[in-house]
């Protein structure tokens, strides 16, 4: 049963990278970034434009998707999430099609948002049950859990290295050869073929349909319809506790925004103000 809907998810992979390859003016527009970065918003908005069918949302293409299809599959999520066959679907046809136009949505975020928020899309993933014994996210359990995480240093490492494994390896664009403009929030790169724009999420409600819209060359402005949304999932409780309740000291959070690649996208300002929202125990961390 389990093979048989692999195939069939299989099938609609391809299915779906083929109609975007093959319009014979617009390119294929991929949503092509690490997750819990506001990937589900960009795609359920660009559903209700001319460009609908040419919208592809996916997290690997790099040679480190065999990596996480035995991830996935050593925890116990087989058939894979449907992004794992997207990836392999439309690195097939980039490989057969290298001169095709390509036009590249990437956004990035708040690591330490990242880790809280990808720990609750995917709690079976994580190397300890932080459930409760119906099932549910224990947010006493994810508090310990996530800040056991956030002290160790590979946690980022996804994160920090998403850029140059991802979007480098695959298309050549390196976003870290030259400054961030950190005050527009978001900035265009263009490689042969392919172009990207990549946006802070953090900018994406005030800068991002514009910009969007002016890359993509829409007749209309783009509208932003809010896709997968904590606040509105079953564990929505559980979240909202654990942001309550997690405190970081300002050494950690001083070690975790020294990066490179916080310091390229994120000014001083911006800096000072995530460590202030996760030191301060008494505040509401809405993220």
Known sequence: MKQLRSIRKEFNARRKAKIAFSHPILPPVLIYQMGKVGSSTIHRS???????DQVLKLHFLSHDLPN???????????????HVYLGVSTRRILNKYKDKPIKIISLLRDPI??????????????????TTD???????????????????????????????????????????ANPFPVKAGHTLYTKDNAEALVIRLEDLSEKGPEAI??????????????GNLRSDS??????????????????LCQEIYSSRFVKHFYSEKMIQEFMLKWTKSDSDKVI
């Open 234 to 251: 079953k564990s929505a409780e559980a979240y909202n506790e654990v942001l309550r309740e997690i405190y970081l000291s300002p050494a």
């Open 213 to 226: 819209s002016a890359f993509l060359c829409l007749e209309k402005p783009l509208k932003l319809q809010k």
């Open 113 to 130: 948002a990242i880790v809280i928020s990808a720990l609750f899309q995917n709690p079976h993933l994580a190397k300890k049950s932080i």
């Open 68 to 82: 996480r299809k035995r991830k996935y599959k050593k925890a116990g999520r087989y058939p894979y999430v449907d």
């Open 134 to 176: 119906r099932g549910g996210i224990d947010p006493v359990k994810a508090t310990d859990y996530i800040n056991h995480m956030l002290h160790n240093p590979d946690t980022f490492s996804y994160i920090y290295g998403w850029f140059d494994k991802e979007l480098k390896t695959v298309f050549d664009i390196d976003v870290f």
């Open 46 to 52: 660009l559903l209700d434009t001319t460009h609908a």
